[in-house]
């Protein structure tokens, strides 16, 4: 196949030249001016011809073994070619086979994906991948969390010395089976419960693999429930990073730090200071980066809003008269501190009968059509759901932020998001790599060229993606042709439109994309090993 006459975006971040790009045998195999043979080639006259998005945070892999390839449709229409996976904790392995805890994993925030995990291992979770045939290229982190749950279930401890040894075994194991490297989320259980001593040794094993340990910190606003009360003290979403870049610095691991976000407009005032924590960090050799979404609102559970005290008493705090008259009150000044609070949560996925037709709506407005408080309706959405409810949590951002991180140098580019199965869409699933690119386009705030170093060159080099992420001749054919002065990402009421501007998506050179229409095509991705 031959990509005729772009604009070529090689995703190194260097400056856009013309020519082709001939691809064959899944590799670029030439790139310049090339003769225009008998054979297949697409006209891409006015076009750019970009390596393919990797997204750089991803929750997909809990969907790849599902057997249903068009979950990842709105992926291949946004140009993405490439997922990191694992994120956050939760992974589709790295739990002991014996667990008893097994649905706890499996009735994850991504559970969509398959009914039962019945894999044991990572090289068996592969084989069934390599049985039903990816659509995409998935890098694979193991998740901290699924290692520890499988051992200590949701229990509010530390582990005790023999867990302890047991869950750096299973994090090793699945490192040394390919493995890119061990996710944390330290605002889920059962991370929340994870001290630092424990989360340093985890540190370390990944150190002594050579690979890179991600981390959703413990906190992303001002004030969170995840840390005790302490007046005057530290804004917790910069303790959360404090932790972190100690962390990074006592054991020199490689450290993403996950969707660098601000939630809650009073959390807005720390950004100057936890950029300077990154820049002073990375000025001392600390390997640091961060990744970050376009959109000022975000995909969770609901339940990341509760205090560990309350997680721990999960589910009869919530019945418990003495235990929400407490956390009313908590989250009232919780709320008032971050400047977030109902008006800014959206229900998604209320995951339950009794407010599934609320989906899409904010608490504010259910409560008034339920007849009840906000903060009571909230709580029973999370009782009828079994703690299961999803929204999507708005002001994670504001414009200004978004433009300023997409200019750092450690920023690189991710949507942190999957389809839900039903309700509202999270937007971030459907358009988030053409909003970059619209928004470094209209915006000006970095280059063509550098937007699209982000969301392939450097995340490729971030997670150090064996020939991948550049238009480079040996390479993977993984390319994205584009339309420079149309991309855009799409918006309506339900979260889930699409996006324009992007033409043609090729996954190791099988066509994916064409014209603008997705083509599921199983088989044409590949588990990359780190
Ligand atoms: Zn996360």
New binding site residues.
Partial sequence: MLLRGGLIVDGTGGPARGGSVLLEGGRIAAIGDLPDEAGASIDCAGKVIAPGFIDA?SHMDFFSASGDPHHFDSFTAQGVTTFVAG??GFSPFGFAPETKHRDLIENSLFKAGREHLDWNSFAEYREVLDEIGLTHNFLHLVGHGAARTSLSGFEARPLTEGEHAQMLGLLDSALSEGAAGVSL?L??KPGVFAKLDELDEVARLVKRHDKILTV?AKAYSSFSGTYPMVPFGRAHNLKAIDEMLGLARRTRVRLQF??LIFVGTRTWKTVDEAVDLFDRAIADGVDVCFDMFPYRCGA?LLNTLLPEWFMARMPGALRSPLARARLRVEADVGFHLVGFGYPQMQITNACCEEYDEHNGRFIPDIAKRVGKSNFDTMLDILDKSSVEARGLFHEYYNDEIIDRLMQHPAAIFAS?SWPEPGGHQNPAAYGTFPRFLGRARERGNISLEEAVCKMTGSAAARFRLSKRGLIKEGYAADVVVFDWDAVKDGTNKTGDAAPSGVEEVFVNGERILEAGAVRAIRGAGEVLLG
């Fill in positions: 945070h994120n956050c989320g605002q889920y959703h996950s969707h969770t942190d």
